[in-house]
């Protein structure tokens, strides 16, 4: 059965770094696109990047320049670099599957298979 475990995710200072890691497995990882949300409290949860089969990436505005979205398909793992964290970058992070083929990325409804999440807070 499809499975997908993030890890990485604590408390750290503004101005820090995290680096969450999504490992996925019972599907060929190589073949989907994967995307990351988030969900802070209180809140929508939001779309923060995505990394299609060929390795290009999209980002929302807030996190361009600062988070990196990457891929190791030998190990069915997607990673994303937190980078100059913010006290509004504090929510809860999830790598999502999606369900394929040509589909507006930043839609939740177009990806099947979550994570449980990962809590990633930023102290001012």
């Known amino acids: 059965q499809v499975q997908l475990v993030e890890s990485g995710g604590g408390l750290v200072q503004a101005g820090g770094s995290l680096r969450l890691s999504c490992a996925a497995s019972?599907?060929?990882?190589?073949?989907?696109?994967m995307g990351w949300f988030r969900q802070a409290p209180g809140k929508e949860r939001e779309f923060v990047a995505v990394?299609?089969?060929?390795?290009?990436?999209y980002y929302i505005d807030s996190v361009k320049g600062r988070f990196i979205i990457s891929r190791d398909n030998a190990k069915n793992t997607v990673y994303l670099q937190l980078n100059s964290l913010k006290p509004e970058d504090t929510a809860v992070y999830y790598c999502?599957?999606?369900?394929?083929?040509?589909?507006?990325?930043?839609?939740?409804?177009?990806?099947?298979?979550w994570g449980q999440g990962t809590q990633v807070t930023v102290s001012s």
């Open positions: 999502a599957r999606t369900s394929g083929g040509a589909i507006d990325y930043r839609d939740f409804r177009n990806y099947d298979y």
């Open positions: 019972g599907f060929t990882f190589s073949t989907y696109a």
């Open positions: 990394i299609r089969r060929s390795g290009i990436t």
